[in-house]
């Protein structure tokens, strides 16, 4: 069972692998990217719901709790796309890594667990992995600054959504997080942004990698990472998510050629991190017996 569920974990992981692939391709800056991308999430997830007649009730301490979380939600994939926008996938990815450190931070405060000494040390070790990135390619630094906030925002939903799926259903949790994010996201525009045409209208290419993004690797993979928090820590999910920036470094060399190919630093920050990110499971095993 296990094995099956590691398997699992896996899968969602590389779905997320193309989301800054996606990011890239779709030609709407972060704001509008994120605004429609959840949106077109919101839609299929309540559609869902209401096939599986999921009762969408819950009180006001709840949904006080998660709707904050939908604002780091929200304030996460801008943080994410933006980095994207400023530099390229590799980049902002590397900044991503940072993810561990903060989750190693947050668990034992947010989740009243046990502090466990290996997670600092692989949170560090990643944190160096990137140290030895910045090295080789410093002027992609407003790139990593803005990947480093969506690592902290990422932590920070991904830790407590462990907490709060011990007591609601993951895909109520998913929606109340997307229609708050959205929320957030359109003021934000609003604040920030002043344009003639308020939300301009995708291209036809960038509306079927919307629908991807916002089916396959927003509603089922949100969703399941949230459900799958019922038999991993959020610590182990965020670990094993330090595979996303392989996956996605991997696709855009694939896509993008030339533009996300990066100096021979890059390449041994990322092996530091890829090293870290195999071996941590079995370290977890062994120590905490888990």
């Not at 990472?225 to 996605?248: A, H, M, R």
Request: charged fraction near 10%.
């Amino acid at each position: 069972m296990k094995l099956n569920k590691y398997l699992q974990l896996h899968i969602i992981i590389f779905l997320w692998g193309f989301t800054p692939v996606l990011g890239k391709l779709i030609t709407l800056n972060s704001y509008d990217l994120v605004w429609y991308r959840l949106l077109f999430a919101s839609i299929s997830l309540y559609a869902f719901m209401l096939w599986k007649n999921v009762n969408l009730k819950t009180d006001a301490k709840a949904l006080i709790e998660i709707s904050l979380m939908g604002v780091v939600v929200g304030a996460h994939w801008f943080f994410f796309y933006h980095a994207i926008k400023v530099s390229n996938v590799s980049m902002a990815l590397a900044g991503f890594s940072t993810i561990t450190l903060f989750a190693s931070l947050l668990q034992p405060i947010l989740l009243k667990k046990k502090f466990f000494w290996g997670d600092l040390i692989y949170g560090l070790t990643i944190a160096l992995g990137l140290t030895i990135i910045l090295q080789f390619e410093g002027f992609y630094v407003m790139g990593v600054i803005y990947g480093i906030l969506a690592a902290f925002t990422g932590a920070l939903f991904g830790v407590y959504n462990g907490k709060l799926i011990a007591q609601h259903e993951a895909s109520k949790i998913t929606l109340i997080e997307f229609l708050i994010a959205f929320i957030f996201i359109t003021v934000l525009k609003i604040i920030m942004q002043n344009e003639p045409s308020f939300i301009p209208l995708p291209v036809s290419s960038d509306l079927i990698y919307l629908a991807f993004l916002s089916i396959f690797c927003t509603t089922l993979a949100f969703t399941w990472s949230i459900e799958i928090l019922k038999d991993f820590s959020p610590l182990t999910v965020i670990i094993t998510n330090n595979l996303e920036p392989i996956y996605g470094v991997a696709f855009s060399l694939l896509l993008f050629g030339e533009s996300e190919v990066m100096s021979a630093g890059f390449y041994v920050g990322a092996l530091v991190i890829l090293l870290s990110v195999f071996t941590y499971p079995y370290v977890q095993q062994k120590f905490l017996k888990v």
